[in-house]
């Protein structure tokens, strides 16, 4: 198993509904996560952190970590076409943020 | 403003001509490093510094130099570019190596 992966995507969804973005890690060790957003061309930009079970919200935003799962999720509720960009998930490993590929989420007005 | 500052945004250069892309943080970040984005690869490590005169190789180190002589700057170095090193380059930084990352603008720089 890859050290951080993301592989559903492309995923679309229609403005106003709820779009979920996955990713599963292999190290049992890991403690903190972050979910980033980049849009093409553009650098990632933190939206999420999480560091312990459970979800955390932040407005339209939630991460949910489950840690006997290794996995993270990001759930983007009342999605608009803004949503629309690539999705990182990233932990911390070894000496660096290890990223997944990213899920590109586009949002159909 | 807390930011990270990379320069030149963009650089089109020859092989062979060696050349900086310079990286400053104004957070006073202990941890910095470089990455390089490809289609397909994602992000990937070059090298990081967890603090000054402290530096180490990541994932893909071949072909670039780093130094860290001030807490605040860390410049990415290619000695002899070449076409392989055609990538788009960002430069993070972060209070330590487990927290969260922010990272620069972007350099995308093609060797032709």
């Known amino acids: 198993q890859k050290e951080v992966e993301q592989n559903s995507g492309p995923l679309s969804v229609p403005e106003g509904a709820i779009a979920s973005l996955n990713c599963t890690y292999s190290d049992r060790g890991s403690q903190s996560f972050f979910w980033y957003r980049q849009y093409s061309g553009k650098s990632p930009e933190l939206i999420m952190s999480i560091y312990s079970n459970g979800d955390k919200e932040d407005g339209r935003f939630t991460a949910q970590l489950n840690k006997a799962s290794q996995y993270v999720s990001l759930l983007i509720r009342d999605s608009q076409p803004s949503d629309s960009a690539t999705y990182l998930c990233a932990l911390p490993r070894l000496g660096k943020l290890t990223f997944g590929k990213g899920i590109t989420l586009s949002v159909r007005p | 403003e807390a930011q990270v500052t990379q320069n030149p945004r963009y650089l089109i250069t020859v092989t062979g001509k060696k050349l900086t892309v310079t990286c400053s943080q104004n957070m006073n970040h202990e941890y910095m490093s470089w990455y390089r984005q490809d289609p397909g690869l994602g992000l990937r490590q070059i090298y990081y510094?967890?603090?000054?005169?402290?530096?180490d190789k990541g994932d893909v180190p071949e072909g670039y130099k780093v130094s860290r002589k001030e807490k605040r700057n860390f410049p990415l170095i290619l000695e002899s570019p070449s076409p392989n090193q055609t990538s788009l380059y960002f430069c993070a930084s972060s209070f330590y190596m487990n927290t969260e990352a922010f990272f620069g603008q972007g350099t995308r720089l093609t060797v032709v």
């Open positions: 510094s967890m603090n000054v005169e402290v530096t």
